[in-house]
């Protein structure tokens, strides 16, 4: 399957996906896009006091920049999620207590999930960037719905210890804005950018 609506944005190919998540590897296949796999090397450590903007935008560009340094050409994809909640930041839980503890946190309460996502034009260095924000709502789990889910080891790759796909689909209740941003990677601003990429090689800007 093609999709040109999407593949006519990207100007320059090899099209490369800095990341090693197969979330969204599967979100780019479903969009009929032919694309490389490179894996970044950056360190998604904690936020340096920043907000929940600044650090998912942060870490997106450094997996791009870090793929394009090694690629004579290409559009590289970064990407970084993460959830927010009263404004604590909320990652991958480094175990199950701790994927546990979130997801407690969690229940029955409104958070907003925030994916940064750069761009970076290998052959010239041109850089976009954006992020997507979307409100989620968890159901109110009880303790063995929690418990069960943990573990079955759906929540331990994934920022906030849930997934909105797959089991993680029982888990949400509601969604205000772009579902795929909570999957980890928002096709609509996605394209945003690639055009806005293009856009600058057309201007002379890049």
Sequence with gaps: ?????????????????????PRRARILEGLGLRFEIEAHGVDEGSPRGETGVE??????????RAAAGRRQAGTVLGADTIVILDKALLGKPASPDEAVAMLRRLRGRWHEVVTGVALVRASDGAEVLGHERTRVLVRDLSDDEIDGYVAGGEPLDKAGSYGIQE????????????????????VARLCILLRELGSSRRAGTG
């Design 167 to 186: 089991c993680g689909a029982a888990v949400v209740e509601r969604v205000e804005g772009c579902f795929y941003n909570v999957v980890g990677l928002p």
């Design 55 to 64: 650090h998912a935008m942060r870490l997106a560009l450094e997996k791009a």
């Design 1 to 21: 399957m093609s999709c040109d609506l999407v593949a006519a944005l990207i100007d320059e190919r090899p099209f490369v996906l800095a990341s090693g998540s």
